[in-house]
């Protein structure tokens, strides 16, 4: 595997992952695995390394990305069971593993449509609810809960501008009421606001999840102010792995700006304690932290 | 005695503009001042001087150039609002799906023709910002393909009267048309494309080897172009001023080429349909003459002040009868001089300024040695363009690359721009020097 394609497919994942849900971002994958199998041109023995390798970049991103990692496990899972790359040509190969591709990704599908129809039911009329990031509550939820007449208001906390911006353009399009303010705001709204709702890259076995940059500060502030926390994930999210496997990006640049130069250190993504969540809702319903276990992928 | 005064005094006042033009064009060149700024300055020193009076100095401003310059930066500024170019790179980008030969070959032509019929900076504030975004995006190194851009914009602008300001000078000041310029140059000039092209490709193709083999670029390329449509797709798109803004370049176009039908000059029609543009787009009038360049307009303008300054003092005829006419009065040899000679100048010196002072000298050159078909002209022309490229302070559009390619963290040193940009004026050079040979036999 070329170290150059890893960081350059992190690197997209990365960027991808600002303005679209995890679920989203995955389903975007599978379609990028699946038209890079039609282009691809190799002798019919080298596709399963071809394939293997884009695997491999997959689960070892930075950070590790759900529900994508477990599809690919499940890809990988079934091409295992079944003998795909045995006396068959390229073309055959190549629609075989295209149709398992489609498969997952209809899967996925399904689970976040019943996300949605999950999620919607914990919204109520009246309710001010706060959003920071584009996961799965700002693209599903919220928009299928306005279709169905449902009368609520969303507070954005803006931390990044191209995450933020995103969020307005889902509400904006859904027509949705929403006020932005800065996060370090949400002090002066908590006697308006009733609910949190968040997303996630990863939910570990070890109790933790793995989420957007900048989601640990809202959740623990909610967490102190007694407002329910929502996270709203598909089962796919959930792994098996710890959350220090989970391999957080660290990036460390050199800025300069106003006369000053100096090194920033940030994080790709946030760990936090399931603790702090109050519900976990999945395509499933509400499920309980501790049986996180009995979801996960293997 | 007093015929020795008045020696002294004509002396000293045809001293006065050369001092002045030198020191402006040294600090042109060397960017010590803004360039409209050091023009303006020198045309005042020359006034307050009395060496020229102000009406003088209004009659030397050549209005024909500033009109079209004026006209095709409003139009292009209302095209570029629409969203127009957006669209256009994006659409590149997806067909080439991420094969670095394709990104060179199709952002090489588009950039070529958007700089034969825009000006060439627009060109590369439009290309370079994507073409970066995505061969880094590919893991590629963006250098060579913002280098590329840079060079091919100012060959893809020498192929028409509109397309690169010494053309525009050329032709409004020597009254070519549009169709003149397009029919003679556009040969060479798709000859040069395809030489320089190859050549990168060459000198390069180890960057360039395809990616359809490796699985893992191809997903990068899909992943890619799900983030660049993501962005581009927060531009706002106005259909109905794009329609409006196309319609009046194609009529513009339209008009060039039936000049001499019409007799319609290209500094009328360009400021004519933005005019009209300005009116039917009911656009925000003042928030479009913020984007208009009035810096350069204003440099042009002093320019013309200070040469014609030189021309009313008898010193380009100097320069023309004891630099170029001594070499004798071979057509071949005056043609392959002013070409090599601009070719070299222009690569560091500003080509606006050199082409100004130029078009008078060689107006004296064809008083003694006429030389048909224009030729000598189009020698200026592919000269003055085609050296453009030796250094990064060449032509205008290779500082704006080489200051976006910054932004956007690549670096490129003047020697990394110079290493090819030496070879390619060369090729250009040779190949120009080849066509006009050929030419001037066939016309002898």
């Known amino acids: 595997m070329s170290n150059n394609d890893q960081l350059v497919l992190d690197a997209l994942f990365r960027d991808i992952v600002k303005f679209y849900s995890s679920s989203q971002t995955s389903i975007i994958t599978l379609n990028a695995i699946t038209a890079a199998i039609t ?43 079944k003998d795909y790359f045995s006396d068959k040509d390229i073309d055959a190969r190549k629609t075989a593993v295209t149709k398992i591709i489609e498969s997952l990704e209809e899967r996925l599908n399904d689970d976040m449509n019943e996300l949605a129809n999950q999620g919607v039911k914990h919204i109520e009329d009246g309710d001010h609810i706060i959003l920071h990031s584009v996961e799965e509550g700002a693209e599903l939820l919220l928009p299928e809960a306005k279709r169905m007449g449902k009368n609520f208001e969303v507070l954005i906390l803006r931390q ?104 920033l250190i940030s994080h790709s993504s946030d760990i936090v304690s399931l603790d702090l969540v109050d519900h976990i809702i999945t395509e499933h319903g509400a499920i309980d932290k501790s049986k996180l276990a009995d979801y996960c992928t293997t | 005695m007093e015929h020795a005064v008045q020696h002294s005094v004509q002396h000293t006042s045809t001293l006065i503009p050369i001092v002045v033009f030198l020191i402006v064009y040294a600090a042109i060149t060397f960017e010590l001042v803004n360039k409209a700024a050091a023009t303006l300055a020198g045309v005042g020193v020359l006034v307050v001087l009395h060496v020229i009076n102000e009406h003088q100095a209004v009659g030397f401003i050549d209005f024909e150039t500033l009109m079209l310059l004026t006209g095709m930066m409003i139009l292009v500024t209302l095209i570029k609002k629409s969203g127009f170019f957006t669209i256009v790179s994006v659409r590149i980008a997806e067909i080439t799906k991420g094969s670095p030969v394709k990104i060179l070959v199709l952002f090489s032509i588009v950039t070529a023709l958007m700089s034969a019929f825009l000006d060439n900076v627009t060109t590369v504030l439009i290309i370079i910002p994507i073409i970066i975004e995505l061969t880094r995006g590919l893991g590629l190194n963006p250098k060579n393909y913002v280098l590329s851009q840079a060079i091919i914009s100012n060959i893809g602008g020498t192929a028409t009267l509109i397309g690169d ?242 932004k956007y963290g690549v670096e490129i040193s003047f020697i990394d721009f110079m290493k090819k940009g030496v070879i390619v004026t060369l090729i250009s050079l040779t190949l120009a020097s080849i066509f006009l040979v050929l030419y001037l036999r066939a016309s002898l």
């Not at chain 1, 023995?45 to 529900?67: A, G, H, W, Y």
């Not at chain 2, 070519?176 to 494309?193: G, R, W």
């Not at chain 2, 092209?197 to 180890?206: D, G, K, P």
Request: one cysteine or more; glycine letters at 6%.
């Open chain 1, 39 to 81: 282009e691809l041109e190799c002798p019919t023995e080298d596709f399963k390394m071809e394939l293997t390798t884009v695997c491999d970049i997959i689960k070892n991103s930075q950070p590790r990305m759900f529900p994508i990692d477990n599809l690919i496990i499940l890809l990988e899972k079934e091409l295992q069971e």
């Open chain 2, 165 to 406: 300001p010494p053309n525009v000078i050329i032709g409004s000041k020597v009254g070519l048309s549009f169709n003149q310029f397009i029919l003679t140059l556009s040969p060479i000039v798709i000859i040069v494309f395809v030489f320089v092209l190859a050549y990168i490709w060459f000198t390069h193709r180890v960057e360039f080897k395809p990616i359809n083999t490796n699985m893992s670029k191809l997903v990068a390329v899909q992943l890619l172009l799900e983030k660049i449509r993501y962005e581009f797709s927060n531009i706002t798109i106005d259909k109905k001023l794009m329609i409006k803004g196309l319609t009046c370049l194609t009529l513009a176009i339209f008009l060039f080429i039936t000049q001499t039908i019409t007799g319609l000059a290209p500094g009328v029609v360009a400021l004519g349909m933005a005019m009209v543009l300005l009116i039917i787009s009911k656009a925000d009038v003042e928030e479009i003459l913020e984007e208009v360049e009035w810096s350069t307009l204003l440099f042009f303008t002093g320019l013309f002040i200070l040469v014609g300054a030189l021309e009313e003092y008898g010193v380009i005829n100097w320069i023309a009868q004891n630099v170029f006419m001594n070499v004798g009065d071979n057509p071949y040899v005056l043609v392959l001089m002013v070409l090599w000679v601009a070719g070299i100048a222009s690569g560091f010196l500003d080509n606006i300024p050199f082409t100004i002072t130029m078009i008078p000298i060689i107006h004296l050159i064809l008083e003694s040695t006429p030389i048909p078909n224009n030729i000598l002209w189009w020698a200026l022309a592919l000269g003055a363009c085609f050296g453009g490229n030796i250094t990064m302070i060449g032509a205008s559009a290779n500082i704006v690359s080489v200051g976006i390619a910054k």
């Open chain 1, 160 to 263: 990044d501008l191209v995450k933020t911006k995103q969020v307005i353009n889902i509400l904006d399009t859904a027509g949705i009421k929403y006020t932005v303010v800065p996060e370090w705001d949400l002090i002066h709204f908590f006697d308006k606001v009733n609910k949190l709702f968040i997303g996630a890259y990863a939910l570990t076995v070890d109790g933790k999840f793995v989420s957007d940059s900048g989601t640990s500060n809202i959740v623990s502030e909610c967490h102190i102010h007694k407002l329910p926390v929502y996270l709203f994930a598909p089962t796919l999210e959930i792994t098996n792995t710890f959350s220090r496997d989970q391999n957080i990006y660290l990036k460390d640049e050199s800025v300069s700006e106003s006369g000053s130069d100096y090194n």
